[in-house]
């Protein structure tokens, strides 16, 4: 069993920056694959980032490449998204996820066991 609580939300100005964490408590951090959704008022939950056990590999939508970066802290067991550049289109729920236990990385929402409770971004235009 996993336990996640993610933090870091807020109302951001367009342009403006937010950094999310995601603090795992359970069995060994370091043995899933992580990742971040989001969903935003009125449409489906959508991939955002996804990040290896190890911290290697990393796989992001389109629709935030370069503007958000995904990190992990197997000491600390924390998972990180930092976001800039931010646009009223970010304005959602976030949620952290965790894959199988050594298991690969996805970016399919089912791939994913383990959801935290969320955290909200609003971005004002």
């Known amino acids: 069993q996993v336990q996640l609580v993610e933090s870091g939300g807020g109302l951001v100005q367009a342009g403006g920056s937010l950094r999310l964490s995601c603090a795992a408590s359970?069995?060994?951090?370091?043995?899933?694959?992580m990742g971040w959704f989001r969903q935003a008022p009125g449409k489906e939950r959508e991939f955002v980032a996804a990040?290896?056990?190890?911290?290697?590999?990393?796989y992001y939508a389109d629709s935030v490449k370069g503007r958000f970066t995904i990190s992990r802290d197997n000491a600390k067991t924390t998972l990180y998204l930092q976001m800039n550049s931010l646009k009223p289109e970010d304005t959602a729920v976030y949620y952290c996820?965790?894959?199988?236990?050594?298991?690969?990385?996805?970016?399919?929402?089912?791939?994913?066991?383990?959801w935290g409770q969320g955290t909200r971004v609003t971005v004002s235009s």
């Open positions: 990040i290896s056990r190890t911290g290697v590999t990393t």
């Open positions: 996820a965790a894959g199988s236990y050594g298991g690969t990385l996805t970016r399919n929402a089912n791939g994913y066991i383990y």
């Open positions: 359970g069995r060994t951090f370091s043995s899933y694959p």
